[in-house]
């Protein structure tokens, strides 16, 4: 079993698939490696791609105390896998949890980016419900430790943002909310309380991003509803930005509707690949309505 150690110690399992120029992809706190294979099997046809178990997330290390996750680790550890796999520059492709890791990461570590998709990102994100998220987060992590995991998956996978998922394909649901019911509850409740409730908010990293070049698609359902603000922020605030929102769509993006995320994204990377996606034209104003002069 492939295996990445990180500098602290903890051992990360990965696979791959297929040759050529990398995709990273980074799977979100209701998924695991698992969550990606749609992608693994669409892109390895061109690219080489990698996924991988975050810490908690077994047969990945489950690190006992809580301050051993951290919106930071997470990155570092994004970076130990691309480190051990010898991969200069990839295109890192995030969901939610992992879209913020997306962002951090090309924040931080902009050389090791090729572009950035940052999809169903925004949870807690929204000043106004900053400490609502926070007391959700840390209320699910009790859940998990009180019931385990296989019983409180039925509840978190039926969220208002991913019956959406369960409406259009059940059966696919029913793979996501029962892999879901084997996660660690341990894992499960020290991610939320180390990296969902501390990490900080997208607003607060304005400055940060506006100075960010790397190219970048954030991708969010239309019924993804604390997603839609910060993906119009982060598209306002991001130089080489494209915003593309998908309609009747709740969070889980890539497994719902799999071949338009795909299509999708094979279009982002031609386009960063070929030079052709800059940064937005200077001509096109915000605060013009109409030009008359």
Same mark, same amino acid.
């Not at 980016?113 to 926070?134: D, H, N």
């Not at 007391?135 to 998990?144: D, I, M, P, T």
């Not at 993006?253 to 279009?267: C, G, K, M, Q, S």
């Given at each position: ?14 696979? @791959? ?23 693994? !099997? ?32 997470? /990155? ?10 010898? /991969? ?41 419900? @900053? ?18 995991? @296989? ?10 943002? !991913? ?30 309380? +180390? ?35 910060? +993906?119009?922020?982060?598209? !306002? ?19 719902? @509707? ?17 030079? !052709? ?17």
């Amino acid at each position: 079993m492939p295996q990445v150690t990180t500098d602290d110690g903890v051992n990360l399992h990965y696979e @791959e698939a297929g040759q050529g120029d990398t995709i990273l992809f980074v799977h979100e706190f209701g998924g695991d490696h698992r969550s990606w294979e749609p992608q693994m !099997r669409f892109f390895s046809r061109r690219y080489r791609c990698v996924t991988y178990g975050a810490r908690g997330y077994p047969p990945s290390d489950v690190p006992d105390p809580v301050d051993a996750y951290s919106q930071g680790r997470a /990155v570092s550890d994004a970076v130990a896998v691309l480190d051990h796999l010898r /991969v200069d520059q990839a295109h890192v492709v995030g969901l939610s949890m992992g879209g913020f890791a997306a962002v951090h990461l090309g924040l931080d570590h902009p050389q090791r980016a090729r572009s950035l998709v940052v999809a169903g990102c925004g949870y807690g994100a929204e000043k106004s419900l @900053e400490e609502y998220f926070r007391g959700v987060s840390l209320e699910v992590a009790r859940q998990f430790e009180t019931l385990g995991s @296989e019983a409180f998956a039925p509840t978190y996978a039926a969220g208002a943002a !991913r019956v959406q998922f369960q409406g259009k394909d059940p059966r696919g649901w029913q793979e996501f909310a029962r892999w879901l019911g084997e996660h660690s509850a341990l894992g499960a409740a020290n991610t939320m309380r +180390g990296v969902q409730a501390r990490r900080p908010s997208l607003y607060d990293l304005e400055d940060r991003l506006r100075a960010m070049t790397v190219p970048t698609l954030i991708v969010n359902g239309d019924e993804d509803d604390h997603c839609l603000q910060p +993906g119009l922020f982060l598209k !306002r605030t991001i130089p080489a930005s494209g915003l593309l929102v998908l309609p009747k769509t709740g969070h889980t993006l890539n497994l719902e @509707e799999p071949d338009v995320f795909n299509r999708a994204l094979a279009e982002f990377f031609a386009q960063v690949e070929h030079g !052709r996606w800059e940064r937005r034209d200077p001509r096109a104003d915000p605060g013009q309505v109409m030009r008359t002069s």
